[in-house]
């Protein structure tokens, strides 16, 4: 049969529906994207020999070049285990580093305010993250604006409304907040519109600390609760290279001591502020990850601290950094090996460069999504809505990732391979030059068979032209209209909300926490 | 240094650029794209053991429902080795398969007019062609069209301008040339604008062999020169379920007895013509190519043909045929299994729904690319400027299919972990904080570092708005314009076309070559 005469084909299923079979037939399709398992082994891009290189230069990094630490706290911690500290430059031995990793915990889990979304963050694991981080929002109908209040508030609703997006992070800026009151309205909001894992910005000790009390007050835990589980996470960027600044060392510091997850994350740009080979970027990465590392585990050895990277190339013709590109992937899946030299559960992230929701945006998230999947990235952030290299979310760009998400967490579910799949008898029951449209074998298993699209367009050229030849951006905007249309508050969160509602009003009542420099 | 701070860092990339440093340093980047490995190993969908269930099954579906075989030469020579022949069923017994199976080759070198784009045909060989059998053409300043001659000699210009496209195929049909006389246009055309390996239809026995006889002539073969490599392949598709009609089982007979390749496609739309479920249409599949394969075996042993698949899923909304989904990957992963299960390299296919250059086709493709790697395509078909599920050759999508096809035969060249690559001294070198720009590190490497796009705008969002907002499918209109203006012929093809003509004259003369129904 040629492609062109699947319009006889397709009256087939039109005819089979207006029989009304589809009464007889299974349920709905509802597959579970809540926990997912990589489904491709983990790669590598570097001999194991280079890669025990690469660790070895970022020990060499730290004990003889070192780093340099603003926070007086944190060198005198450093100290304490017995590092050189010269005025701010701090140099760690590597027996230093290496206790420090045979401390830290494989695996831990990660607990969500519905223990439904609950994971368990450990090698192997698949959890992705929106896009995350974007100053500025924008989509078709009301185009580029800088991020507000109301737009995280939809960024969250959107991630709530997909399975596939397992855990919230700070999609958009709120900047019509003030940031000595910003961890009130973006704790909230992910409490009012979520159930999701909670994310928490470190921007100083005294709204980390309020931070965790709402947590713990909304979520309704005993302090041995809190600390017993990951509650909430924050992402550590050092400041590539080899400087770890106040907010982000007292971040370590604080989330360790309350056991809550750091996420370290090194931004390693090849060529900018990383050398310019995806081996120099990676040990580079590797050495400002692993003194992150050992500061959580000199606080507190044994809390959770998820090894982490986002090394990717500039584009030296202009500077600007690049996503999705071969770079990437390769340092994406270096990343990987040296996240399993040293043991740990790791992130990694897709992202794309592009400034508008086209087919460069797609290819370059995408190659990133699976580049992520052939490093293991335990936690893939920037998967869904990133645009201009993290500045702005776009929601139609979004609904598209979702759908790439989504068609990647259906390779999780292998196909079965038994008699009654493979189905002999229906082969037999079609003559030469049939159909199977009408086949029991077809007709138990139509509704569920598969994957169901949730913005691509599958119709032929000429419906599609009635329809307004109409592209994915487009048809996007539709979508996640409605998905806001139809949002509502997840079941628990208006008494989430009344709890967490004094200690609110007690921080604001003192004037807020101003966010550390 | 946060993403919104590398202004600062862009400035310096301008100003080393304005000293003329470039002077100095290395040439421009020149990757090699003709020749490439898988850069990861074949994955498994299925277990072995349900593996050798589908092939098990395959092999009843030829002994017990068989085979209908229109070609009355075809079920003469299936009835000589042994095949019970009922009217036009051929019921094959797994002997016959078993020993055809065991004749057919595992590598053979695949030959171009250009020794250079020469292809080794094997199990591990990465080698792309471009979208093909579009009956139309589009781009964003023409529209959308029948296919037309000038619209295949267009796809060859842009075939040939990139060499990451290894094969030519008949990327759109010159539907205004008569089909009795098209074998001439086509052949013609495409040792007029390129130098790749050459494709001909199997339209019956008279086209086939005056192809065989015009580029036999215009590459000044001899008799045993062209029996002894593949010099022309053709696409034959079986009639899915269970069919094989006259001119494919001829094409088989003729290409076979040439020694040139056929590869054997069938066409399985799981919930259409073949069962719902991968591992039911993965069974009629395999069945399917089984059969055609062993019929090129007893036509003339050891002569090279490859196995293949093009299975996917329909969208049963609609009835129409869905490519880069996840059933897709899953079968594309299946029918690697199977080619590895019996031994042959083989040949798969991305592609794509979407009727525009969108979000929706980058993302159907990319997946379906990868998705072809997961399954270690010998050969993999529809790889750039498909849409519409082949019903249209898109001149943008091309253009930003080929950036993905180039960034992802980037990641077969590894990353070197050495010293020098990981480069200590130039981390030693800049201060916590600073920047690489101007080590000689980078200094020695960054003309080279990395992939250079040919679509993809890096620029940020306030350059790419002053640049007029234009999404990738609008800058790809000017690479294949530019792209079209520079097409020059290839070295030799004016000899070749000298000695092509008075074979097409006689060809013409005679009154062309009918097409076989």
């Known amino acids: 049969m040629d492609v062109e005469d699947l319009s006889a084909s397709q009256s087939l299923v039109s005819r089979q529906r207006r029989r009304g079979r589809e009464t007889t037939t299974k349920t709905v399709r509802a597959p579970d994207y809540r926990h997912l398992d990589h489904p491709f082994p983990a790669q590598k891009m570097f001999s194991d020999d280079e890669i025990a290189a690469i660790h070895d230069t970022a020990l060499r990094v730290l004990e003889d070049l070192g780093m340099r630490v603003l926070l007086p706290e944190a060198r005198d911690i450093y100290a304490a285990a017995g590092a050189r500290v010269v005025e701010d430059m701090v140099f760690i031995g590597r027996d230093i580093v290496s206790s420090a990793l045979a401390g830290a915990p494989r695996t831990w889990r990660l607990r969500a305010p519905n223990p439904q979304r609950d994971q368990t963050y450990a090698q192997g694991r698949m959890i992705f993250m929106a896009g995350v981080g974007c100053p500025n929002a924008t989509d078709r109908d009301r185009g580029r604006r800088p991020g507000s209040l109301a737009d995280f508030v939809e960024s969250l609703q959107l991630c709530q409304a997909y399975d596939v997006i397992h855990m919230l992070g700070p999609m958009v800026e709120p900047q019509d907040v003030p940031v000595h009151l910003r961890h009130y309205a973006t704790i909230e909001a992910q409490l009012a519109h979520s159930d999701k894992p909670l994310f928490l910005f470190s921007r100083g ?139 740990l559960p790791w992130r990694t992230a897709s992202g794309a460069a592009s400034n508008t929701a086209d087919m460069q945006a797609a290819l370059e998230t995408t190659m990133g999504l699976w580049g992520a999947s052939m490093a293991h990235g335990t936690l893939i952030v920037h998967t869904a809505g990133w645009l201009e290299g993290g500045l702005t979310f776009g929601y139609e760009k979004f609904v598209n990732d979702v759908e790439s998400l989504q068609m990647f967490a259906e390779l999780c579910t292998r196909p079965s391979g038994s008699a009654a799949e493979i189905g002999f008898d229906a082969i037999a029951e079609v003559a030469p030059g049939g159909h199977f449209f009408q086949t029991q074998h077809t007709m138990d298993r139509y509704q569920t068979a598969f994957y169901a699209p949730i913005v691509a367009d599958l119709n032929n050229f000429g419906t599609w032209t009635e329809n307004g030849s109409r592209t994915s951006a487009e048809r996007a905007t539709d979508v996640w209209k409605q998905v806001l249309r139809e949002a509502r508050a997840p079941e628990g969160a208006a008494e989430r909300l009344e709890r967490l509602r004094p200690v609110v009003e007690a921080g604001k009542a003192a004037g807020g926490a101003p966010a550390m420099d």
Request: proline share 6%.
């Open 205 to 343: 000790p005294a709204q980390v600390a309020q931070g965790f009390e709402m947590i713990q007050s909304a979520l309704n835990l005993t302090d041995d609760e809190f600390a017993a589980d990951v509650w909430v996470s924050t992402v550590i960027n050092t400041n590539s290279p080899r400087l770890l600044d106040n907010p982000m060392a007292k971040g370590l510091i604080d989330f360790a001591r309350a056991r809550q997850m750091c996420i370290v994350t090194p931004f390693c740009l090849a060529g900018a502020m990383a050398p310019i080979t995806p081996a120099g970027a990676l040990a580079l990465q590797h050495a400002e990850a692993l003194a992150a590392i050992t500061l959580t585990q000199l606080v507190n050895s044994g809390c959770p601290v998820s090894y982490g990277g986002f090394s990717s190339n500039v584009y030296m013709k202009s500077g600007a950094p690049a996503y999705g590109t071969p770079e990437h992937i390769k340092m994406q899946i270096g990343g990987g090996q040296l996240a399993r030299h040293i043991g």
